[in-house]
């Protein structure tokens, strides 16, 4: 069901389905809105799961009409325990949202699939983006598959696995020298002049809204219920306030019952304006970013504000996590779960674990921590346990080493 409207998630203002990226009268972001007497009606737990098994499922609550022919959609990714972690870490039932299953590996799969299948209804040749790495590939990718250009602004310095997942898709790299911020100042003044579909400026309202599909998923994964707990990572904020939008749709709709989970957000300490805003009670004031979490260094957070009320209303928390946990994070998570997270995941288990030693989180809670990202694009910060036994192809002498003979 496209949505009827965008309206100012800060002043309410009705926008119709506008092309502007921000609402007009106070730069508010745009949220989608929908029938939602009709979807009250007509929605069920049945219909959604006789849907197809990608985030198109719940085409009923997204802004945008399906594409014809959904190539590589993503979304529907696997929600699995992690008891020996939910162990170590102390909390009852701990699950892990493996978004590294979508096509390039990140969540951000879902909000660009969103967005591009607006920027084809608007005739839009171009996909273009600011980004921080992933957003850059899975524009690129989408790009690719839908027989688009694409055209996306990084900072110069990303890791370099990053860089190169995107250029594989042809993609035009602009490698920009400045941080994220830069990036994202420079691809708002081309907007004004260049015909281009940019997913985080123009398309934002509906980019943004592709990350309510997370919530959508826990809750049907979890048996049509939502969890005590979810820790997501922050960069912009986006996906962290539109996963606490999702469970408040699918509650409304009377899908699941409340109430909404407690959510527990992360930032690295390089780069923390959010937490720092959720401690101090002000609003975030912007720094330069100096983290290894090169996902999450966006200093000047579009949706920061908005991101501590949803915490703050869920009842939970941000937290900022020591740059040298993170890659201790890493491999605490791949050792205990056989899964790989990216830098930013380190940051999200350090999130965690700071709620837990905080009392936040305990161990009657069912918790749900999001794995945004896939650990083989940022190997650097576990490079260190590359620390291999050298032998010679000698079964006698290695198993003498091992005692055996
Ligand atoms: C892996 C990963 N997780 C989380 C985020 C945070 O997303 P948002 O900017 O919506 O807060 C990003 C953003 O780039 C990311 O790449
Ligand atoms: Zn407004």
Request: proline share 7%; with cysteine; aromatic share 6%.
């Amino acid at each position: 069901m496209p949505a009827t409207t965008l309206n100012c998630r800060a002043c309410g203002a009705d926008h119709g389905l506008t092309e502007a990226a921000v609402c007009s009268t106070c730069f508010g972001p745009l949220d989608p809105a929908y029938d939602f007497d009709k979807a009250r009606r007509e929605l069920t737990r049945e219909r959604i799961a006789a849907g197809p098994l990608s985030l198109w499922r719940y085409a009923d609550l997204l802004p945008v009409a399906p594409p014809a022919e959904p190539r590589i959609a993503p979304g529907f990714t696997p929600l699995v325990p992690a008891p020996r972690l939910a162990t170590v870490v102390g909390v009852r039932e701990l699950y892990l949202k493996l978004d590294t299953a979508n096509p390039t590996h990140s969540f951000k799969d879902r909000v660009v699939a969103v967005a591009a299948a607006r920027a084809q209804q608007l005739g839009l040749r171009t996909l273009s983006c600011s980004s921080t790495g992933n957003l850059a590939n899975a524009v690129a990718a989408r790009a690719a598959a839908e027989g688009l250009e694409a055209a996306v602004f990084c900072p110069a310095d990303l890791e370099p696995e990053k860089l190169v997942a995107t250029s594989v898709y042809g993609a035009t790299i602009y490698a920009v020298d400045g941080t994220y911020d830069d990036c994202s100042r420079l691809t708002i003044e081309l907007s004004f002049e260049l015909p281009w579909g940019f997913v985080n400026v123009g398309l934002r309202a509906y980019y943004a809204e592709g990350s309510k599909t997370l919530a959508f998923e826990i809750a049907e994964q979890l048996d049509w219920r939502v969890p005590d707990v979810v820790v997501a990572p922050i960069a912009s904020g986006a996906m962290f306030s539109k996963v606490a939008q999702g469970f408040d749709d699918f509650i409304e709709l009377g899908l699941v019952d409340g109430p909404r989970p407690r959510l527990i957000g992360g930032q690295a300490e390089g780069c923390s304006p959010v937490a720092t805003a959720f401690e101090s009670g002000e609003p975030f004031v912007p720094v330069r970013p100096d983290s290894i979490a090169r996902s999450l260094a966006i200093g000047n957070p579009a949706d920061g504000n908005y991101a501590v009320e949803a915490a703050r209303a869920s009842g939970g928390a941000i937290h900022a996590v020591a740059e040298d946990s993170i890659g201790l994070n890493m491999s605490l998570l791949a050792e205990t779960s056989g899964v790989f997270g990216e830098t930013a995941t380190g940051v999200t288990l350090g999130a965690l674990r700071e709620a837990v030693a905080r009392g936040e989180v305990d161990d009657s809670d069912r918790v749900v921590l999001l794995v945004t990202g896939d650990g083989l694009k940022t190997p650097g910060p576990v490079a260190d346990r590359f620390d291999p036994v050298r032998v010679n192809a000698d079964a006698d002498a290695l198993l003498e080493s091992l005692g055996v003979v």
